[in-house]
């Protein structure tokens, strides 16, 4: 396991640098092909979007998370799904491009939304503070999305699981680290994962 500082990332994801985020990246990617690692992983939503800059240069292979998250989705049969996560994971395309090479629907957060996502999580949810308004408002975003016609709910962030999961959604939620976590055991041990 090798990451830099999150400050590090913030730096480069405020200015929208994905070329500096895949630098990052592959300095770890390095570091852990020395070690002797034989893939790679990032329980990170949003970095993934830096990985078309990493891929091709990258010492070892990348289990993407979206990819994981797609084929679950897809094996539990949801046909359209909400992607929830920080305003950089949202205004991207890691998520809308493996869902729609499984043929899945998705809908984004609105623009307020997003924004509001973005600021629970960096300013409350990374730093341990969670708040019932937190909540609350996610609670009210998924809602929407159920209404819109969706399915399932993406946490397409590693920290919204904190405070939301299906005990308290009203649409069934894709933990995206804990599949992807899911899936790297499989593949490291050679067994088939189970998804949830």
């Not at 020395?34 to 970095?47: K, S």
């Not at 049969?77 to 809308?96: E, N, S």
């Not at 009210?140 to 405070?163: F, H, N, Q, S, W």
């Amino acid at each position: 396991m090798h990451t830099p500082s999150l400050a590090e990332y913030v730096h480069c994801l405020e200015r929208e640098d994905w070329r500096g985020v895949g630098e990052l990246m592959l300095a770890s990617a390095t570091k852990l092909a020395r070690a002797g690692a034989d893939f790679l992983i990032c329980p990170d939503n949003t970095i993934h979007q830096a990985l078309p800059y990493v891929e091709s240069r990258s010492p070892l292979p990348w289990l993407h998370i979206a990819e994981v998250v797609a084929q679950e989705a897809a094996a539990r049969k949801f046909r359209k799904l909400g992607i929830l996560g920080t305003r950089w994971l949202i205004g991207g395309d890691v998520y809308p491009a493996k869902l729609a090479a499984r043929d899945l629907k998705w809908l984004r957060p609105s623009a307020a939304e997003r924004d509001e996502s973005s600021r629970i999580i960096m300013e409350e949810l990374t730093a341990g503070v969670f708040k019932p308004e937190g909540i609350a408002f996610y609670q009210k975003v998924i809602e929407r999305m159920k209404d819109a016609g969706c399915d399932a709910v993406i946490l397409g962030c590693t920290e919204i699981p904190l405070i939301i999961d299906d005990s308290n959604s009203a649409l069934p939620t894709l933990d995206s680290t804990r599949l992807l976590a899911r899936a790297a055991l499989a593949r490291a041990t050679g067994t088939v994962s189970t998804g949830r």
